[in-house]
């Protein structure tokens, strides 16, 4: 298999994966604690802090310079930003309501959600794509940090249709579909960073951004929206810690 297609497949992975298993937990569990969701929330944001900083970063100013590395960093916030407010998308948070007899407006809900989840996805993708072509330690690393942050994304997806009455096998195979897009992102991001050495800076401080963004607009915020911001807070610091840990010993 190419290297092109194996960054795809694994792009593709870590996206039906983390929605996917967020979507399969709603329907065997139910609707997590908000503890437990607060710490996975701030989990997977202390692991992409780790990323970020130890890896992303670093690398981008190696191969480009501090010029390309800040200008990818622009254009991942400020592409998540649009994307934030122009695709329908909510937090795991959000799901937690009083459900009424309007059983079809939840399903509705839920596949917007999924639209908007899945557009979310795509430049997450471009980082692993990215990634992978910078290295393959760094590429897993990110493919295993956002396969965690889909995780909430799809019990936020899968909510609303298990209250609008969908099947278990529908409601995972709608949750997973949303984490196709990462794939694609994967196959556009392995492109552009095989361009040359300023172009994969530029991709790096891209998936930097993105990921910065992720983590300070959605996954901490939402994290201490739980009730327990102590747990959050621990959650943040024990995924950095072992963020760096696999990052220092890969």
Not at 80 to 90: D, E, G, S
Not at 101 to 117: D, K, P
Not at 123 to 140: F, K, M, R
Request: hydrophobic share 55%; with cysteine.
């Amino acid at each position: 298999m190419s290297f092109l297609w194996r960054v795809t497949l694994i792009g593709m992975v870590a996206g039906i994966v983390g929605t996917g298993l967020g979507g399969l937990s709603i329907t065997l569990l139910g609707i997590p604690k908000q503890s437990f969701l607060g710490f996975l929330m701030a989990f997977s944001s202390g692991i992409m802090i780790a990323v970020v900083f130890q890896d992303l970063i670093p690398e981008a100013l190696h191969l480009g310079t501090v010029g390309s590395t800040f200008m990818g960093l622009l254009l991942g916030i400020g592409i998540l930003i649009l994307v934030n407010r122009h695709l329908p998308h909510t937090h795991g948070a959000s799901q937690r309501r009083e459900y009424d007899s309007q059983r079809s407006r939840f399903t509705r809900t839920g596949i917007l959600l999924g639209l908007g989840i899945g557009m979310h996805n795509l430049p997450e993708g471009l980082a692993i794509g990215a990634g992978y072509v910078a290295s393959e330690e760094l590429g897993l690393g990110l493919a295993i940090a956002l396969a965690l942050h889909n995780i909430p994304e799809g019990m936020a997806m899968a909510g609303p249709m298990v209250a609008g009455g969908l099947s278990r096998k529908k409601v995972v195979m709608w949750t997973a579909l949303a984490g196709l897009p990462m794939g694609i992102g994967a196959f556009v991001g392995s492109i552009f960073g095989s361009l040359s050495p300023f172009i994969l800076s530029v991709a790096l401080g891209f998936a930097a951004g993105a990921m910065i963004y992720l983590v300070f607009h959605e996954l901490l915020p939402e994290a201490h929206k739980m009730n327990c911001p102590r747990i959050a807070t621990s959650g943040a610091v024990i995924g950095i810690l072992i963020g760096l840990l696999a990052l220092l010993t890969l």
